[in-house]
RNA sequence: GCCGCCAUAGCUCAGUAGGUAGAGCACUCGGCUGUUAACCGAGCGGUCGUCGGUUCAAACCCGACUGACGGCGCCA
């Protein structure tokens, strides 16, 4: 039994090879017909003719119906006018399954893919959609191992918020309140004290009713946390995991790429280092540069991320917020008062921000000051405040969307097709 | 939560100044030995999202609701 992909190569001319899997297509002309049969690895153009098969096999084949299973054996051969340039004379085949009809034809509309995401997931291009997302989670760990961090894991039901605010979703855990987890950072930072550097990744949920095209209620959220590292240290790392991730993809995934239509030369410039740019530059380079017109202290929203990094082609870090715009762990500047030590790592092409970090503050006092700022109670993070009383020591780290790295990467232009079965507001099925 | 847009055949969409609905694809049958989302002929296929209102008459006008998509805010 050979994979599709194998057997497109001059090597296999006039061998015979035997393959399986679903229709992609079928086109018949009454004394011939041709089924392009996919696989996980590829398609072929299998040709069926009365050379090799007799009348009631030649009726049955034609017959056939797209996504049906089967068994295929035959000649392998050259052929331009074959979609994938060789070709398979059928000698032989075994039917698994022969459909009554596929539900998704050619015409394709949003909702309706949406509800057939499960039979979607199946085209060619979610496929190299999928493989590529693969290979992005796989060397987002790779990097960690091979960079002296160590894999966690924390939990999912928490009952304490990381960022503040409503933006958790409650679950009943055996007669209590408890918390679907929005990052695991805190659960990281705990972990430093005995790895010193470490990553996870898991899932992350938000209640948000956010309606946008780079939202999740459930995403894959990639997170670091080192010791004894600066702001700085943190952004080095992370620079090199993006070239890295991106190289990975380069490497294997040229024609998944080239399937889904993303031009590759745009990734071959992913190269570190990334420019750091200060908040307060920014605002500036904006006004100036690209005729937007920011103050001090906005956030940078959806329309502002957009109309600043379309004018990049690479990535780059936003650096120094003002101490009101993030949340109350991160560490203030002692040379820039009023902004802290973080980055916002912020993709080109107009996507916008895919990663959040930042040094943490360890000063147990400096660390209450900031709870009591923010209306949080203290004895809700009793063991993250406990952090800063037993060998407290200067550490960073960052939170990372998986689902919005693969959306930038692939060119999508929504994070739904990121991922095989997207959470949004108003859907959770299938 | 707010704003916008949409809902007609299994799918994608037309549709008339308000007068009882149409195409392409899919499917079924027939034709074709090199197709490329094949092509040609025929057939099958609809309480026009739901409820209510205006009208002699509503898919079309009005209102509410439901669902879906997009944008903002929030964030990764």
Redesign the pocket.
């Known amino acids: 039994m050979e994979k599709i992909h194998d057997i497109l190569s001059d090597k296999f001319i006039n061998s015979e090879a035997e393959i399986r899997g679903w229709v992609y297509?079928?086109?018949?002309?009454?004394?011939?017909t041709?089924i392009i049969l996919r696989d996980s690895s590829g398609i072929i153009?299998c040709?069926a003719?009365?050379?090799n098969l007799n009348e009631d096999q030649m009726r049955e084949l034609s017959?056939m119906?797209?996504e049906s299973s089967m068994e295929v054996s035959g000649t392998v051969r050259k052929?331009d006018?074959?979609?994938t340039g060789y070709?398979l004379a059928i000698k032989s085949y075994k039917i698994y399954e022969r459909n009554?009809?596929f539900?998704i034809?050619?015409?394709?509309?949003?909702?309706?893919l949406?509800d057939n995401r499960h039979l979607w997931i199946r085209s060619r291009e979610f496929t190299s959609v999928l493989k590529i997302r693969s290979t992005v989670f796989k060397a987002f760990a790779d990097f960690f191992y091979n960079n002296s961090y160590y894999q966690v894991q924390a939990p999912m039901f928490v009952s304490t918020a990381t960022?503040g605010?409503s933006?958790l979703f409650t679950v009943d855990y055996f007669g209590e309140k408890v918390n679907l987890t929005q990052?695991s950072q805190f659960y990281l930072e705990t972990l430093i004290y005995s790895l010193e550097k470490v990553f996870t990744i898991a899932p992350?949920f938000?209640a948000?009713?956010?309606?946008?095209?780079?939202?999740?209620?459930e995403?894959w959220?990639a997170e670091g946390e080192a010791a004894w590292y600066s702001n700085e240290d943190m952004m080095k790392d992370e620079e090199k995991l993006i070239e890295y991730i991106v190289n990975e993809v380069i490497k294997n995934n040229s024609e998944d790429l080239n399937i889904i239509g993303r031009d590759i030369n745009v990734l071959k410039k992913i190269r570190a280092p990334f420019e750091r740019i200060k908040y307060r530059d920014l605002i500036e380079m904006a006004n100036k540069k690209f005729g937007m017109d920011l103050k001090y202290g906005d956030?940078l929203?959806?329309?502002e991320?957009?109309n600043i990094m379309i004018h990049f082609d690479r990535p780059i870090f936003v650096t120094n917020y003002p101490e009101e715009l993030k949340t109350f762990y991160h560490k203030p500047d002692p040379e820039n008062p009023g902004e802290i030590l973080c980055h916002d790592m912020l993709a080109p092409e107009g996507y916008?921000?895919?990663?959040?970090g930042g040094e943490r503050i360890y000063d147990l006092n400096e660390l209450l000051d900031r709870l009591k700022k923010n209306n949080l109670n203290p004895e809700d993070y009793y063991w993250y405040v406990d952090l800063r009383k037993y060998g407290s020591i200067p550490h960073s780290g960052f939170?990372?969307?998986l689902?919005?790295l693969v959306t930038w990467i692939c060119g999508l232009k929504?994070?739904?097709d990121s991922i095989p079965y997207p959470r949004?507001v108003?859907?959770v099925k299938p």
């Open positions: 297509r079928i086109r018949s002309s009454g004394k011939i041709f153009q040709v003719s009365s050379d017959s119906t797209v052929d006018r074959a979609i070709e009554e009809n539900p034809t050619k015409d394709l509309g949003e909702e309706f949406l960022e605010g933006t990052s992350s938000r948000e009713k956010s309606r946008t095209r780079r939202h999740l209620a995403y959220h956030d929203g959806a329309d991320e957009y916008g921000e895919v990663i959040g939170g990372l969307g689902d919005r929504n994070i739904r949004t108003r859907r």
